[in-house]
């Protein structure tokens, strides 16, 4: 059965560094997201991605914030200069449709020290 | 803004019982989604609720939504173990907005 990946599991980084966090959709959705769980609560939105370009972004989603798909497979969330409130785990998750049932990938697991 | 609240948050529960996850959220929308995480673990999808009057039935969970209400349920039927998880509700928002809105989840703990 398709399903979503992300790499890495787990990365540490040190704050004000800059991180990648990358994922392959399953190959025939064309909605893709981002969202993040800080250990213990809630998911939180991020950002939705369609047609190269973002259609929606939540408050989190500041300038220190980036997302592209650089290919035909991967989609990539950039954090350009990291806090220590960055430290979650992001999902990446995609869909068929927009209203579409969303299928969410393992998860990255962000430490930032 | 929209808000989405579960309750209970927690719940401890013998197995063999009955139990109802309630979700309650604030603005309109038709479409609702419950996901299971497991510890450690990513979200996995359990039902699509498009519709007022949706009902989706899956071994021993059955879920329903009201829109008119701004209510969803999911019910947990003689509870096994393996049941044991976090549960979360997300909404997303007529109009087509894209993110969903999650719940706080309802922590669920099914003892022997």
């Known amino acids: 059965e398709p399903e979503v990946t992300q790499t890495p599991s787990h990365q540490v980084t040190q704050m004000g560094q800059e991180v990648i966090l990358r994922c392959v959709p399953i190959?025939?959705?064309?909605?893709f997201y981002w969202y993040r769980q800080i250990l213990g609560q809630k998911v939180e939105f991020l950002v939705s991605f369609y047609n190269n370009e973002i259609s929606e972004k939540s408050e989190i989603f500041d300038d220190q914030f980036s997302v592209e798909r650089p290919d035909g497979s991967n989609f990539t969330l950039k954090i350009r200069s990291t806090k220590l409130e960055d430290s979650a785990m992001y999902f990446c998750a995609s869909s068929v449709t927009r209203a579409g049932e969303q299928f969410f990938g393992p998860g990255t697991r962000l430490t930032v020290l | 803004e929209l808000k989405v609240e579960q309750n209970p948050l927690f719940l401890s529960m013998q197995e063999g019982k009955n139990y109802t996850i309630y979700c309650n959220y604030s603005?309109?929308?038709?479409?609702l989604y419950w996901y299971r995480q497991d510890p450690g673990k990513s979200l996995e999808s359990l039902f699509v609720l498009l519709s007022n009057g949706a009902v989706k039935q899956e071994g021993r969970l059955m879920a329903s939504l009201d829109t008119k209400a701004r209510l969803s349920t999911l019910h947990i039927t003689a509870a096994v173990h393996d049941l044991s998880a976090t549960y979360f509700c997300a909404v997303d928002k007529r109009g087509g907005a894209d993110g969903l809105t999650f719940g706080k989840g309802t922590h669920l703990i099914i003892q022997p």
């Open positions: 190959s025939n959705h064309l909605y």
């Open positions: 603005t309109t929308s038709d479409r």
